[in-house]
């Protein structure tokens, strides 16, 4: 499944692009590295979780990790002080004033956010998108339904026609009227895909999360570097703005390491970064995702032509005069309807009621409404909000343009529970049900593998 090789793709990056900073680090600055690595596995950790769907603020979160590099590097570089955590805290609040790490947090920033915001919400409307599918796809024919298709299929044997196969403009019919329901999702569903391909082209372009997370080692030894060619200067306005520290205990100061900061620290050759996600790229992945979301266009609209032109459901369209048109071996002559539930008031073949939309069906439409509403914000770089997977209570965000009284999230829409089932469907007697097995059966599997061919 698409959602799943792209899901991999993701997480096997972020871990890689993990392993890669702690291996470069212990390398290029050992133990001063070791011991405050908690502060860069707090921001992976951090960044997987908003991934994963947790109720993360990026651009929060980013700039308590710059804040949090801040407090322990301004330490390393001035140990004969003691330094109090109100006093960190006011170091903390010279960050955008004195930019200690030149201009690199502002640009990771915005290309971490932009890049994560499209990721996430492309792989959360895949998965939206394939749960849409499975849904509509258990959802029962109506008694109506039924009845035209063992009519269509199995009238021929009480005729003396047991190896005519029905007409393909027949089955048309037929279709379009078990299927108009389904086919009303095809406007909605065409806005997802379109929205769908547009982030798609972001994660291609400048919000490319793999050309984000893969240097991010380097950068962020840069800011480093830059803090501390730069440290004396900071270190003046700091103790300027925020007081003259005290200072440290002398056997603090004996085991202090300005020697080994200003040695250890130092440029990182970028050609020594392991690689990350082996065996793809992202380019190669929204390239072939993309591939399959436009065949996937107008799936809806489609489908009864693709069941109809199965050769072991109908006659085809060559054999137009030797086929069962409903009543004998003949061609079959009422026109084809149009698609959509309001156009089947007139369909020869399925009684539908236009009058009663399936409430299911309308749930899904609501579903991709909703998502679409997201993948068009993440397009623009804003952030969206999702269910907090990441602990069994929902998180809330900024993005959605909704509240939660007024506009559900669509884990809302897309059920677990089995589809309502209506009254008039419950008019048909037991022995209808154990007679209609057969039709009821082979229409079912006709719509579950066209769906899984088309959303792989």
Not at 112 to 122: E, M
């Amino acid at each position: 499944m698409i959602h799943q090789v792209c899901t991999e793709f993701f997480r096997e990056l972020l871990e890689n692009a993990e392993k890669s900073l702690n291996d470069m680090f212990v390398r290029t600055y050992g133990m001063l590295y070791m011991q405050n690595s908690d502060v860069f596995q707090d921001l992976f950790t951090e960044l997987k979780r908003y991934y994963t769907g947790g109720n993360v603020n990026l651009e929060e979160m980013l700039n308590d990790f710059w804040a949090r590099l801040l407090e322990r590097m301004f330490q390393l570089i001035n140990p004969q002080y003691h330094f109090t955590e109100d006093y960190l805290e006011c170091v903390s609040k010279y960050i955008d004033q004195l930019k200690p790490f030149g201009d690199v947090p502002r640009k990771l920033k915005v290309q971490v956010t932009r890049a994560f915001i499209a990721a996430r919400t492309f792989v959360q409307g895949l998965t939206v998108g394939r749960e849409v599918a499975n849904r509509v796809s258990k959802v029962s024919p109506t008694p109506g339904c039924i009845r035209a298709l063992m009519k269509m299929l199995y009238c021929p044997y009480c005729r003396g026609l047991p190896t005519v196969k029905p007409c393909n403009n027949y089955c048309l019919n037929v279709m379009k009227g078990c299927l108009a329901n389904q086919a009303d999702l095809d406007t909605e569903w065409n806005l997802f895909i379109d929205a769908m391909l547009l982030v798609a082209e972001r994660l291609e372009g400048p919000f490319n999360i793999e050309s984000v997370m893969d240097p991010i080692d380097v950068k962020i030894s840069e800011a480093i570097m830059n803090m501390q060619e730069n440290s004396m200067q900071v270190s003046a306005k700091v103790f300027q703005g925020c007081g003259q520290p005290k200072p440290a205990p002398a056997l603090r100061s004996s085991r202090s390491v300005p020697e080994n900061f200003s040695t250890r620290f130092r440029p990182y050759n970028p050609e020594e970064r392991p690689t990350t996600a082996a065996g793809t790229s992202l380019d190669r992945l929204v390239t072939d995702i993309k591939e399959k979301l436009k065949l996937s266009k107008k799936f809806w609209s489609t489908l009864p032509y693709t069941i109809c032109k199965d050769e072991r459901v109908t006659a085809g369209t060559s054999n137009e005069e030797d086929c069962w048109n409903g009543h004998t071996k003949a061609r079959y002559l009422p026109e084809i309807m149009n698609d959509g539930l309001t156009n089947q008031i007139n369909n020869p073949e399925v009684d539908v009621d236009i009058t009663r939309p399936d409430t299911f069906i309308r749930q899904q439409i609501m579903a991709l409404r909703v998502m679409t509403n997201k993948l068009k914000n993440a397009y623009n770089g804003n952030d969206v909000n999702f269910q907090d997977t990441s602990d069994e209570t929902s998180g809330s965000g900024s993005g959605s343009g909704c509240t939660d009284d007024i506009c559900p999230t669509e884990f809302d829409f897309i059920t677990t529970e089995a589809p309502p089932v209506d009254s008039d469907r419950r008019e048909v007697d037991s022995s209808a049900n154990q007679s209609n097995q057969s039709p009821l059966a082979l229409f079912i599997v006709c719509i579950v593998l066209v769906l899984q061919r088309q959303w792989r």
